[in-house]
């Protein structure tokens, strides 16, 4: 039978440390608060002008390449998670593959918004190619420069506090082995709160759902009869151009998704959580993440955090932990290792593989 397997793994994260009492110098908060609530010591942030998530995303991709054992030729197609594109469109998938060389134009590339789930969406499609033997490898990249896009106001503070930059990629390729690689996948969605954690402005929805929302929404447009559908100088002077989410809301929708889907990956495999050697759950925030080693009664070296020194890295939080913890000897041949992940939309998903 045919499974996917990890074939290379790598991750990049710029060098730029800012730490919470960074933070502190523009907008009132402090190191107490963010760490109490959310665990996290310090972020990274890309150069401006010089790192992008498409250039972070071929430093990560270009280790995966080499520990796979291919020339970047040989990659049949790319997946590329991002919430963070450099452009609106084209997406980030192509921008990849011209920043790492592949002139090779039957490789296909597809971009994927699934915020904080995406590279779960992006494994999951990867390991379908693969299984139907239609790819034989296929670059699967979660990346981030959130850095670009957030409030550094106290207006933005719950969640610019949050986020930092990085990137995440793993190439999937066939195995015939037994008990190996990519076993069972779940993917989920509701988009009945979509709106619950958002990148609203600029888009196209000229307040459209604004029906579908409890209280009335102002989206900072104009009465113009052309243009300033996408963006408005209201939005600009207002500051409506920001992500926006409902901390509490998303909590505790988080704590309940993790451990049920978690629980259906393992079942759809035939295991059961006494069978895990290694939990990589998305850096959501520390405190979800403490919630899901309990509610499956996980040991501290079982469960993989490293949310304290990168932030929540959205798309590319879930390929950097694990491939820290594959550089630790934290995952090792043979381990049992489930990924899995919550975010804005709501989407969610989880996969249990054999490494
Ligand atoms: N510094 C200081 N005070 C702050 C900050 C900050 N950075 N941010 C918010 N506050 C204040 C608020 O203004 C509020 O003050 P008030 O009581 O005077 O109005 C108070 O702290 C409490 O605000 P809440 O939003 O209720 O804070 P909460 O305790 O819920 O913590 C947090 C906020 C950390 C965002 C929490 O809700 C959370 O972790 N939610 C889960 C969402 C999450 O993890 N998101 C990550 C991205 S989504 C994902 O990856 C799944």
């Not at 402090?30 to 071929?58: C, F, N, P, V």
């Not at 998670?81 to 609106?88: E, G, K, N, R, V």
């Not at 076993?183 to 509701?190: N, Q």
């Not at 979509?194 to 102002?218: R, T």
Request: proline share 3%.
């Amino acid at each position: 039978m045919l499974r996917s397997k990890i074939g290379g793994i790598g991750y990049y994260v710029p060098e730029k440390v800012v730490t919470n009492h960074d933070l502190t110098k523009v907008m009132d908060t402090s190191d107490e608060w963010i760490q109490e609530r959310t665990g996290i010591l310090e972020r990274r942030y890309g150069k401006k002008h010089e790192e992008t998530t498409t250039s972070m995303a071929a430093r990560a991709s270009t280790v995966a390449i080499e520990r796979a054992g291919i020339q970047k030729e040989e990659v049949d197609f790319i997946i590329f998670a991002t919430l963070s594109p450099d452009y609106y469109f084209p997406g980030c998938g192509v921008l990849l593959q011209r920043e790492l060389g592949i002139t090779n134009t039957a490789a296909g590339a597809l971009d994927i918004r699934n915020q904080c789930s995406g590279f779960l969406y992006g494994l999951t499609v990867g390991d379908q190619f693969i299984r139907t033997g239609m790819y034989k490898n296929v670059l699967v990249v979660g990346a981030e420069m959130h850095s670009m896009g957030l409030d550094f106001t106290t207006r933005g503070r719950n969640v610019t506090v949050i986020f930092g930059d990085g990137a995440g990629a793993v190439v999937l390729q066939p195995t015939e082995e037994e008990n190996k690689g990519i076993l069972s996948t779940c993917l989920h969605s509701d988009g009945t709160y979509a709106e619950k954690l958002a990148f609203i402005n600029p888009g196209a929805h000229g307040g459209y759902h604004a029906k579908y929302l409890e209280e009335p929404a102002d989206y900072g447009y104009s009465d113009a009869e052309y243009g300033e559908m996408f963006i408005t100088q209201r939005m600009i002077d207002e500051g409506m151009l920001f992500p926006y989410m409902d901390g509490p809301f998303v909590f505790k929708m988080a704590v309940q998704k993790f451990p049920e889907v978690i629980i259906e990956a393992l079942d759809k495999a035939g295991l059961q959580k006494e069978d895990l050697d290694m939990v990589i759950p998305h850096q959501a925030n520390l405190r979800i993440s403490q919630f899901v080693q309990k509610r499956l009664g996980l040991r501290d070296s079982q469960i993989w955090n490293n949310i304290q020194k990168f932030g929540n890295t959205t798309a590319a939080s879930v390929p950097i932990a694990l491939c820290e913890a594959y550089e630790a000897g934290a995952v090792k041949p043979g381990d049992l290792v489930c990924l899995a992940a919550f975010g804005s939309g709501f989407t969610w998903g989880a996969a249990v593989l054999r490494w």
